[in-house]
């Protein structure tokens, strides 16, 4: 990355892209893209605040490209068909993808830490981060989702930070497999289950990714993530967990509905915690972040003291907000790991659960539809609701025999209450019309940035019913 490169980004506003888009352009490199939901008229906020920063933004038809020179960053799985693509190819542009962008830049850092695995990735990205900037280390942050300590005025989609030192925290992505273009200093390994590629598949990137690191830290509490360990020769590893082998490790553990308490131990020295955020999940990406920390010299009552103001991220268990004794949460869960984590941090705590969910394609639902049923009839009883709308479908030749319907009639066989209603509003109408005092609704799903718009208006129905006179049995 250079002043004298252009990059142009195609699918600017995603998750994985603006962030980096973000971080090129503070290198001094000329940056531009286009969008789909630019195109549609959706999310004008984020790209107004894009154009307000310097970055060019046009429609998806191939018009902002114009040299040769310029480089197109595009997903290797969007065909040549795309206007984008096609203008890119006939102007002859180099291209790359997302992840070979990032891991150019990530490569040549002198310090990087690098988060890998299943689940809580984004949560341990910010919370590196947010420890390394309160530890005055000033780092560069890649991450895919909006970490609310670093919002402000001038910087409300905050899923990047661009420090001044040599220090780079990132999260890497398995999906794809392009973390293995990573070569990470400290390489973080969360856990290991099941998502977009087989567990074979993935024994095999997140082995070597921590094979190659000067330092790995991983979960001693995931089965996987120990019998990946055992097979390896490591210069350096240290564990985090609930389990007494662990070499940082979490004791009398209190949680609260939004928050949590508990006492870390490494080796001799104890350590009482306090977090803003709820769920024994957190507690271990707590534990993460503080290993990671230490990796680079942050003394854990430094990073104790930074998590107890780390306030999350956006679409992790983000409370919207509650009326009339209801409360809506907006969260990201979208693979049985993370929405098991969700859901047993809500049923922790009375209440009845209503629990909608979109999921984030066809090929995830065909890959782990049945383990996506299971975690629903496993967790939630009698009393909770489970409503699905049809998956998020940008077009394309993707087979749709398998959708939602197959996971509500897994989940009904087993006795729970599902409802599959195809369109996202009529599921929100819905919800509103079950409603009552003392419910928590969760909004899951990836994939959309409109779900959590979706959740803020599902709230101001919510304020504007009357339950005295509507509410009726569900």
Not at 117 to 139: C, F, R
Not at 158 to 182: H, K, P, Q, Y
Not at 249 to 270: H, K
Not at 438 to 446: F, K, L, N, V
């Amino acid at each position: 990355m250079s002043e004298d490169k252009s990059y142009y980004f195609c699918g600017i506003g995603g998750s994985g892209m603006l962030p980096l888009a973000m971080i090129v352009r503070a290198t001094g490199a000329q940056v531009s893209g286009s969008d789909r939901a630019l195109d549609q008229g959706r999310l004008a906020d984020k790209f107004g605040w894009l154009e307000d920063k310097g970055i060019g933004l046009f429609p998806q038809d191939g018009s902002g490209l114009t040299s040769g020179d310029q480089i197109l960053v595009a997903s290797a799985a969007i065909e040549d068909s795309v206007p984008d693509v096609a203008k890119a190819n006939a102007l002859g542009c180099a291209r790359m993808t997302r992840a070979e962008l990032l891991a150019e830049y990530f490569n040549r850092t002198v310090r990087n830490i690098a988060i890998g695995g299943t689940s809580g990735k984004s949560t341990v990205t910010g919370m590196i981060g947010w420890i390394l900037t309160e530890a005055a280390l000033d780092p560069t942050i890649m991450n895919g989702a909006v970490m609310k300590n670093f919002v402000a005025a001038d910087a409300p989609f905050a899923s990047s930070r661009v420090g001044e030192s040599d220090i780079i925290v990132s999260e890497v992505d398995e999906s794809d497999g392009s973390i293995a273009l990573f070569d990470a200093e400290i390489a973080l390994l969360n856990n290991v289950s099941l998502d977009h590629k087989s567990l074979e598949e993935l024994r095999q990137l997140f082995g070597d990714f921590l094979s190659k690191a000067k330092c790995a830290i991983w979960n001693a509490d995931d089965p996987e993530s120990r019998a990946l360990v055992d097979q390896l020769s490591l210069a350096k590893a240290t564990s985090f967990g609930f389990s007494e082998q662990a070499d940082i490790r979490a004791m009398d553990i209190e949680l609260q509905p939004l928050s949590s308490q508990f006492t870390i131990v490494a080796g001799e020295d104890q350590f009482p915690v306090e977090m803003k955020i709820p769920g024994r999940h957190n507690i271990a990406n707590g534990l993460a972040a503080i290993a990671a920390a230490r990796a680079v010299g942050v003394p854990i009552m430094t990073s104790v003291a930074a998590l107890a103001n780390f306030t999350g991220l956006a679409r992790r268990f983000d409370i919207v907000g509650s009326a009339n004794g209801i409360s809506v949460i907006d969260d990201f869960g979208h693979n049985p790991d993370k929405i098991a984590a969700t859901l047993q941090t809500l049923k922790a705590f009375p209440g009845r659960i209503i629990a909608f969910f979109q999921p984030h394609g066809y090929g995830p639902i065909r890959k782990m539809g049945a383990e996506l049923a299971d975690v629903f009839a496993d967790i939630l009883d009698s009393d909770d609701r489970v409503i699905l709308c049809d998956p998020v479908y940008f077009g394309g030749t993707v087979d749709r025999s398998i959708g939602s319907q197959n996971i509500i009639e897994a989940i009904t066989a087993r006795g729970g209450i599902a409802e599959h209603l195809p369109e996202r509003e009529v599921c929100g109408a819905r919800i509103v019309n079950i409603a009552r005092p003392g419910d928590r609704i969760i909004i899951m799903g990836a994939r959309d940035d409109t779900l959590h718009s979706f959740a803020q208006d599902l709230l101001r129905e919510i304020e504007q019913r009357d339950f005295v006179e509507t509410e009726r049995p569900a």
